[in-house]
């Protein structure tokens, strides 16, 4: 069966960079067609889609936020990492990695960051 | 850039049909995922490609869209169907980018 987890920090300091890693199982990301995006959800608010990257290395970012964002993957670890610089207090969210195929039909269970001094 | 517009709240009472609706320019010619959120916990498909279902997700959801609507119904309202709603597209204008609506909170009265 599918599954993802996120891991990283749980507190960043403003103006760092974030990396959080999306460690999965269950599917390659070398089988085409698949992707893994990461989404964000500030506390009470919207999910935020943030980025995607497709088993051909293909990468997508949010318009918003491509400026600050670097999506990689690792096949053989079955790993994707998200990089977020310059890290602010409105960036404090619970960050989600979810299997894609044209929708996200699998997600881990999310990572809350807090970001503060 | 695409925007999905989702009603804040929508209340209903056990037993009815809840219909949560999302609207975007011409949203009938692009395929809408609805995802269901309850707190605490990470979303969950019940709706992809306008109607289909994933595996495990009651035949009380159902999806439909056209025009500049789509709309999530859910028949025969549970308790258990107290959740937040979001409904999702890839707005392949802009280099194929995925977009979510702002999310509609379903009270079951």
């Known amino acids: 069966q599918i599954t993802l987890k996120e891991s990283g920090p749980t507190l960043v300091k403003p103006t760092q960079t974030l990396t959080l890693t999306c460690t999965f199982s269950g599917f390659s990301l070398s089988t085409t067609r698949v992707g893994v995006g990461w989404i964000r959800q500030p506390p009470g608010k919207a999910l935020e889609w943030l980025a995607l990257?497709?088993?051909?290395?293909?990468?997508r970012y949010s318009p918003s936020l491509k400026s600050r964002l670097t999506i990689t993957k690792d096949t053989s670890k079955n790993q994707v990492v998200l990089a977020m610089t310059n890290m602010d207090p409105v960036d404090t969210a619970t960050y989600y990695c979810a299997h894609s195929r044209d929708y996200f039909d699998y997600w881990g269970q999310g990572t809350l960051v807090t970001v503060s001094s | 850039s695409y925007v999905l517009t989702q009603p804040p709240s929508v209340s209903v009472a056990p037993g009815q049909t809840a219909r949560i609706t999302c609207g975007g320019n011409?949203?009938?010619?692009?395929?809408v995922h609805w995802y269901q959120q309850k707190p605490g916990q990470a979303p969950v498909l019940v709706v992809y490609d306008d109607s289909d279902r994933p595996s495990g997700i009651p035949e009380r959801f159902s999806g439909s869209n056209s025009g500049n609507t789509a709309t999530l119904t859910i028949s025969r309202v549970e308790a258990g169907d107290e959740a937040d709603y979001y409904c999702?597209?890839?707005?392949?204008?802009?280099?194929?980018?995925?977009?979510f609506g702002g999310g509609s909170q379903l009270t079951i009265l």
């Open positions: 990257i497709y088993w051909n290395d293909d990468k």
């Open positions: 011409n949203i009938g010619s692009k395929s």
């Open positions: 999702q597209v890839w707005d392949s204008s802009s280099d194929h980018l995925a977009v």
